[in-house]
């Protein structure tokens, strides 16, 4: 149980385009989920935390209106990576929270942006 | 705001052998949660042990377990008849309840080898 799809896996998008990456709850209702950015050999930093049925809390230092955020039901949430450049490529990791106190987290796969 | 330490940017072992990492975090709350993730080469993130702060036993699961020390604001993973398949980079994070036991703060990693 408690499985988060995440899609694509991998995308390659040309410069100025806009990129969607989705993120579902399989099996449970995610009330919050969380994406993060991860570059090569570096830890994973907090995007933003996503609330079903409101506005995205986004994270100091990441751009709002680049990085769009939508959970419009509790097992779906996307970003939305708009007018991608090559600085944008990362690899992006979605989680949801099923649970309360640390016990229900699980991460998606995870996708790899790669803006040429 | 919490930080999580991880002082180990490397370390190898060889098949079967033990393994510690380490891992401290700075933190004025007295309620959270301790965690170490795995990231294997597939980049999926997976929970290895989890430790609530008001228990003063160590999470133990199979081959993994922990030694947290609260007062030294310290929590080592201990790998036990390490296995290829334990290569990955291991992430320590922290959970806190001002957060709500929500957010996340990861350290910047361990990336363990381990060879036959």
């Not at chain 2, 042990?49 to 008001?54: F, N, V």
């Not at chain 2, 080592?76 to 036991?101: H, W």
């Given at each position: ?25 399989l ?11 991860q570059?090569p ?27 769009l955020i ?29 649970g ?17 | ?7 180990q ?58 030694n ?38 990861f ?8 060879s036959?």
């Open positions: 149980g408690a499985v988060v799809s995440q899609h694509p896996s991998w995308v390659i998008c040309k410069s100025g385009t806009s990129v969607k990456i989705e993120c579902r709850s099996d449970f209702q995610a009330t919050t989920m969380f994406w993060y950015r570059f050999k570096q830890s994973l930093m907090l995007m933003a935390t996503s609330n079903e049925g409101s506005k995205a809390t986004y994270e100091q230092g990441v751009e709002k209106d680049k990085f939508n959970h419009a039901s509790l097992t779906l949430s996307t970003l939305t990576v708009t007018s991608a450049h090559p600085e944008d490529s990362s690899f992006y990791i979605c989680s949801a929270s099923w309360q106190g640390g016990y229900g987290y699980t991460f998606g796969s995870g996708t790899r942006l790669t803006v040429v | 705001a919490q930080t999580v330490t991880q002082s940017p490397e370390m190898s072992v060889q098949e079967a052998e033990t393994v510690t990492l380490s891992c401290t975090y700075d933190t004025s709350e007295n309620n959270y949660y301790l965690f170490w993730y795995k990231q294997p080469p597939s980049r999926q993130m997976i929970l290895v042990i989890r430790q609530e702060a008001y228990k003063q036993q160590n999470a133990t699961e199979n081959r993994f377990s922990v947290f020390q609260k007062a030294a604001k310290s929590f080592s993973l201990k790998i036990s008849d390490s296995q290829l398949g334990d290569t990955a980079m291991y992430f320590c994070a922290f959970m806190g309840e001002d957060s709500g036991y929500s957010t996340l703060t350290g910047k990693g361990t990336m363990l080898l381990v036959p």
